[in-house]
């Protein structure tokens, strides 16, 4: 059963429609909130004992990656500090 906010039990049911060539569901204002999730978030499925739960997907950072990319954008400034 989903849970709101105020973690009272609620009961819904929405039908699966067809949206090109994917299946689709709503999800209803409450569970968006109770999620915190907004148009264009991301949400992770995970599917365990005929279950499936429903949770925001919060995007990782590679520190590593992350500071390659910063270096490489920033690699003319960072040069020019080292410099003077």
Do not use: C, F, W
């Amino acid at each position: 059963m989903p849970m709101t906010n105020n973690s009272k039990p609620t009961k819904a049911s929405y039908k699966v429609r067809r949206s090109g060539s994917s299946n689709i569901i709503t999800l209803p204002l409450n569970v968006q909130e109770s999620l915190n999730i907004e148009p264009g978030d991301a949400v992770r499925y995970i599917i365990k004992d005929n279950r499936v739960e429903i949770i925001k997907d919060v995007p990782t950072v590679d520190a590593e990656d992350a500071t390659s990319e910063t270096i490489e954008q920033y690699s003319e400034l960072l040069t020019k500090l080292v410099d003077h």
